[in-house]
């Protein structure tokens, strides 16, 4: 069975620190998304890695995938309030369908 | 394109009542796929269909639920009997898959939020 741990579980920072949320597997993961979710509605998706090392930014939010495509990070740089919400990410090994992780939830504080 | 929608946002259903929800995807999608979310936790894989063939279903999909796409456009989820550990988020996502190669991105629906009661 393939599991994603992501971590921290929660996370409260004030505005315009940076921070760091990790996914692990110990499963190789043919790509990896990363979403995120507000309170009553569904995932959106931020990103998809898919090449082993791969490094992708969006404004802010700097996504990795490890080089054994085991796992992955998400950084975002000068957190604003409207960053607050669950971050999921999920991976497809190949199964045809997404593997998540529990989420961290990332409060920002103005 | 307005994205993946779902009908109806929210239910409230006594125990022992069935339910159905609907889901129409990203027009031009050909893969749709069912998650259950409970609170805490990440959404979990229920089935998926490719066009209107459904090719996988997961053990949480009990015989009490049945889900079907008829015409590879819009899909039902139906819950029947529903109990109280039925309660949660069922959210819809779709894709576009035409190859092995492709990526796997899927776009999800807003969710259907069962409450039983």
């Known amino acids: 069975t393939q599991l994603l741990e992501q971590s921290p579980q929660f996370l409260s920072i004030q505005e315009g620190e940076n921070l760091t949320v990790y996914c692990n597997s110990s499963?190789?993961?043919?790509?990896l998304q990363w979403y995120r979710q507000e309170p009553g509605e569904g995932p959106v998706l931020l990103v998809t890695?898919?090449?082993?090392?791969e490094v992708k930014k969006l404004k802010r939010l700097t996504f990795q995938f490890g080089d054994a495509r085991k796992d992955s990070s998400l950084h975002i740089t000068a957190a604003q309030p409207g960053d607050t919400g669950l971050y999921l990410c999920?991976?497809?090994?190949?199964?045809?369908?997404?593997?998540f992780g529990k989420g961290t939830k990332l409060t920002v504080n103005p | 394109d307005t994205g993946v929608s779902q009908d109806p946002r929210h239910k409230i259903t006594k125990r022992g009542q069935n339910v159905t929800f609907r889901c129409d995807p990203i027009s031009e999608h050909n893969r749709l796929y069912w998650y259950r979310q409970t609170l805490g936790q990440g959404p979990e894989f229920l089935t998926y269909f490719q066009n209107e063939a459904q090719l996988e279903k997961s053990r949480l999909l009990s015989d009490r639920f049945s889900a079907e796409r008829p015409k590879g456009s819009f899909s039902t989820l139906e819950i029947q009997r529903t109990e109280q550990g039925d309660s949660a988020m069922y959210l819809c996502a779709s894709s576009w898959v035409w190859d092995r190669r492709s990526s796997y991105e899927q776009y999800f629906g807003p969710g259907t939020r069962l409450t039983v009661t």
């Open positions: 890695v898919v090449t082993g090392g």
């Open positions: 499963s190789v993961f043919s790509s």
């Open positions: 999920a991976g497809e090994g190949g199964s045809e369908k997404l593997v």
